[in-house]
């Protein structure tokens, strides 16, 4: 791609990129949110048109109009999101929109079955063409994406952050198949964020900010740093510092509690666990294995079947969200869109939310503005918010900075408590390097935090000790010290350990 | 990044946004006028006659302001509803129970002083149509059944209940009546004393000498409306009420996880909307007729949704889009009189009609504009 530039209104998204990638190479594609990876890729797949520029493949000039020229041209394109039809088999997913037919009206889902066969044998997919999406991993639906396109012939594949989704061992068996197709001649462009991975798996990187390309190197003759340093245009500090400190009071603890879902299904079995002031206690696991109802029953949000949750000495089991955030519980929500912030608000509305009906927000029943003004001024300066101006709606703001909103105000009321849920989701690498900073400044003022992510790198690299959480049950807790990531994985997939502590033992202990 | 520029853009889009329904209205007229040349007539000269009839002198705008009324109050209820996230159906049902209610208090309590008996039926007809919203407002908190369903069906039961009680409580037949040995043509109530009517601002204004035709239908109903549109937006938008309020209609799961009381939030907005509807009672019952006539109130109601929507849910806009309502339904009443029916009224409800599709039309069509413009 050839000094590509595309203007949006506004934004020039695109600044006469050069984008080359070698024949039968992985190539990785990184950059902050906004620095234009997607623009780029959507223009190399025909969503976007380019405003200025050219496009060669194989030394030819070609023009993409639309996606199904990109098809025509052998490109293929794997979405973050999903774009598959739950209630469907694998077959019916791939074939969708080009199905072979017999005698013009029949659909030949025999010969459709046996070209995936042969496709997934070819490259070590290893699925079962007949299984039905809704009842197949998250790994697996993502190796269906794959096929859909290279059932479609494509040479050229383009991931848009593909590992964000899967588990470490997904995210292996993955690099073994993105090797396998390398193997076979495909070129494989790779968007993501964690440099880690370009490391592991590409044969060049280039990097993208402010909609230009900073640089492209090999990917042996590079590092990490110098890979985050492009990016963001400064230096950063990938690694948290984190200094042994001694933990104090036990702040939260949680008794055998359970609790139900929606379809009166458990999600929660008998969880035990503590944390003490000055400790990060991290919760790793699998999404969906009831890290988010965790963190709804001790906020307040989810009602329990059984057990018991106190703050310090005080039982807040079944207390309401208002009276558990009166207790100075600071809850960094998973999806910030969906609890953590309403977009229609303004930057300062949404910075008093959850405390806009008390004093010193409020005069009687009226809101009392200039205060609420001068604190989201206050907050905005010291938390560095962009843009700087309170009466923006908070939907306009970038996630990062959106979850700067969120961060400034939970950490606000001095919380005795912090519940951070994912808390760096979707970020760039400075914006992370930002939420762990304050993460850590809070245990150093002696609060007890409980993480949870999804990031194994997060959890490891900031907590103090560890709960592997799976299917709703707390299978281990860990102290963070010498960890084999793959012992992790292990026990997040439904593995136990018999050398480790069991979580009885350990409950015991921080009685 | 040139922010400066994208401040600009924002501005220019925000205010193509606000003023959507007026290219709604220019529109509307153009379609209009094309069938008003079917018709066989000019579309500039009946425009003419229609707006210089309706606005053009102080009787009229007294009578489009008296037709405006009833609409601002029953578009502040959907409005107000709808900042909850809450889809109120129902204003036609409450404006049958809260008129009814408030004709009561006006024939029963026939020895209260003005003083007092003013303010109660005034009080009567917001907690009738109160009352009426919360029981779908409960439903909704509690069970979640979805407040459309329940509002639609309750208008019937408060049409037919209505149409009962006035039964009922039927006036006694006239003089008249007793020597011709009829019966009521459309049953209403006995009429409500003195003590209970609201002033008309044609008595009002001549005590401060301005001139204004006493057979003029505006009251002091208007003056409620008006100061019901201040009072909403103060509530909406300077309270910690209406911000809660408003927060459960932008995002109710960030509103839960913020410590906001969902349920209550949904019942106390469905009662305030009810209110607000029942509060036509104050025109037709207290200020005109006197006395409850179901016909009085029919399509209020329903109109009030047409005039949210046009006047963006913004309680001024209401306003405004109630006396446009006023101008077309008074000036097309005049119009078809004038050209001896030539011009059907029905005509300016087809005009109606379109503002209301062009809104949501152009609505959209904005929307669209600024989501692919934000889509990098």
Known sequence: MKNITKNFPLVKANDKVIFAVKMGEIHALVGENGAGKSTLMSILYGLYQADEGEIFIAGKKVNISNPNKAIENKIGMVHQHFMLIPPLTVIENVILGMEPRRNYFFVDLNKAASDIKNLSEKYGFKIDPWAKIEDVSVGIQQRVEIVKVLYRGAEILILDEPTAVLTPQEVDELFKILKSLKKQGKTIIFITHKLNEVMEISDRVTVMRDGKVVGTKDTIHTNTSEIATLMVGREVLLKTSKIDQKTGKTVLRLEQVSAFNQNKYPVLKDISLSVKEGQILGIAGVEGNGQTELVEVITGLKPISSGKIYLYEHNITGLNPRKIRELNIAHIPEDRRKRGFIGEYSVAENLVLGSHYKPPFVKGSLIDFPAVHRYANKLIADYDIRPAVKENLLKSLSGGNQQKVIVARELQGEPVLLIAAQPTRGLDVGSIEFVHKQILNERSKGKAILLVSAELDEILSLSDEIAVIYEGRIVEILINKDIDRGKLGFLMTGGSSPGGKSNKTQYADTR | ?376
């Not at chain 2, 109530?189 to 609201?198: C, G, P």
């Not at chain 2, 209609?249 to 009381?261: D, L, P, R």
């Not at chain 2, 300016?348 to 959209?364: F, G, P, T, W």
Request: net charge positive; aromatic share 10%; with cysteine.
């Open chain 2, 1 to 376: 990044m040139n922010k400066e520029k994208i401040q600009k853009g924002n501005l220019f889009f925000s205010i193509v946004e606000k003023v959507t329904p007026i290219i709604a209205i220019i529109g509307a007229l153009i379609i209009g006028s094309i069938v008003i040349l079917l018709i066989g007539e000019d579309p500039i000269q009946v425009y003419k006659m229609m707006f210089g009839l309706a606005i053009g002198n102080r009787d009229g705008w007294g009578n489009v302001l008296f037709r405006a009324t009833p609409l601002i109050f029953t578009g502040l209820a959907v409005a107000f509803a709808f900042r909850c996230g809450l889809f109120n159906i129902g204003g036609e049902g409450q404006v049958y129970v809260g008129a009814f209610l408030a004709a009561y208090v006006g024939f029963t309590f026939i020895n209260f002083p003005a003083i007092i008996l003013i303010p109660l039926t005034i009080a009567a007809s917001a907690i009738g149509g109160a009352f009426w919203a919360t029981i779908p407002g409960v439903l909704k908190a509690k069970k979640g059944i979805h407040e459309v369903i329940i509002t639609i069906m309750m208008n019937w039961i408060a049409a037919s209940f209505t149409f009962y009680l006035a039964l009922l409580y039927k006036a006694p037949p006239t003089e008249a009546m007793r020597m011709a040995g009829v019966q009521q043509m459309i049953p209403h109530t006995s009429e409500i004393v003195e003590a209970a009517r609201l002033p008309r601002i044609a008595s009002i204004l001549s005590k401060i000498n301005i001139q204004f035709p006493a057979h003029n239908p505006l009251n002091v109903s208007f003056i409620i409306a008006i100061i019901a549109a201040f009072l909403v937006y103060y509530i909406l938008w300077k309270t910690s009420l209406g911000y809660e309020i408003r927060a459960v209609g932008y995002n109710q799961t960030a509103s839960e996880y913020a410590g906001i009381n969902i349920s209550k939030n949904i019942i106390l907005a469905m009662m305030i909307s009810g209110a607000l509807a029942g509060l036509v009672g104050t025109n037709e019952l207290m200020g005109y007729k006197f006395r409850w006539r179901q016909d009085l109130f029919t399509n209020l109601g329903f109109n009030g949704i047409a005039v949210a929507l046009l006047g963006k849910n913004h309680p001024f806009g209401v306003v405004l889009a109630a006396i446009l309502f006023g101008i077309l339904s008074y000036g097309g009443a005049l119009v078809n009189i004038f050209t001896g029916g030539k011009i059907p009224r029905e005509l300016i409800m087809v005009i109606q009609a379109v503002i209301v599709i062009l809104v949501v039309i152009s609505d959209e069509i904005i929307k669209r504009v600024i989501l692919r413009r934000k889509a990098e």
